[in-house]
């Protein structure tokens, strides 16, 4: 149970109830990490929004910033975010066993050594921001990674880091 009382999609109403209506659209239903956030729909519409955004498909496939995210959800031991985005993963066709493995050791997850580099990159920015250099991004690109694949890593970092600190913050359990 979450640290603050939720609002259930039979309590919602204006909107709450408008905004839990396109994330049910989304998700087949409106998952805990929405309805603690309930009193604020012009929050969760902006975090969908944003969300959205940030993990389509672009520069960067979703698939790998998705991967992206449960190797940052595994850094900060976000259970509720790893929950999610496994089974994400899933639906984009990796296999739980890999969603796992990069959620508990990415380093030894069998990925690519360009998709290892950005694992680690993600893993600094994720723990050592302060220490986030040129070299960083030099070593990104000596990988084939571009601007844009390097812009896209960064902001799939922070929008993971974003919601893993609302899920601990509220104290979120899986619901997936």
Same mark, same amino acid.
């Given at each position: 149970?979450?640290?603050?009382?939720?609002?259930?999609?039979?309590?919602?109403?204006?909107?709450?109830?408008?905004?839990?209506?396109?994330?049910?659209?989304?998700?087949?239903?409106?998952?805990?990490? =929405? #309805?603690?956030?309930?009193? /604020?729909?012009?929050?969760?519409? *902006?975090?969908?929004? &944003?969300? %959205?955004?940030?993990?389509?498909?672009?520069?960067?496939?979703?698939?790998?910033?998705?991967?992206?995210?449960?190797?940052?959800?595994?850094?900060?031991?976000?259970?509720?975010?790893?929950?999610?985005?496994?089974?994400?993963?899933?639906?984009?066709?990796?296999?739980?066993?890999?969603?796992?493995?990069?959620?508990?050791?990415?380093?030894?997850?069998?990925?690519?050594?360009?998709?290892?580099?950005?694992?680690? =990159? #993600?893993?600094?920015?994720? /723990?050592?921001?302060?220490?986030? *250099?040129?070299?960083? &991004?030099? %070593?990104?690109?000596?990988?084939?990674?571009?601007?844009?694949?390097?812009?896209?890593?960064?902001?799939?970092?922070?929008?993971?880091?974003?919601?893993?600190?609302?899920?601990?913050?509220?104290?979120?359990?899986?619901?997936?």
């Amino acid at each position: 149970m979450a640290f603050i009382p939720q609002i259930s999609e039979q309590e919602a109403s204006g909107a709450t109830a408008q905004v839990y209506a396109e994330v049910r659209k989304t998700y087949g239903k409106v998952p805990d990490f =929405f #309805a603690v956030q309930g009193m /604020r729909p012009d929050v969760i519409a *902006a975090e969908v929004g &944003v969300g %959205e955004a940030i993990q389509k498909d672009a520069a960067l496939p979703r698939m790998v910033k998705e991967k992206i995210g449960l190797v940052v959800s595994g850094i900060n031991h976000s259970s509720y975010c790893i929950a999610v985005h496994s089974e994400v993963l899933h639906h984009l066709g990796v296999p739980k066993s890999l969603a796992r493995h990069l959620a508990i050791d990415y380093p030894s997850a069998p990925a690519s050594e360009p998709e290892l580099a950005l694992f680690r =990159f #993600a893993h600094k920015l994720t /723990r050592q921001p302060d220490e986030i *250099a040129a070299g960083d &991004v030099e %070593e990104l690109r000596r990988h084939g990674w571009n601007d844009a694949h390097i812009h896209e890593t960064v902001l799939a970092v922070a929008w993971f880091n974003f919601v893993n600190r609302i899920s601990a913050g509220l104290g979120l359990i899986p619901d997936f």
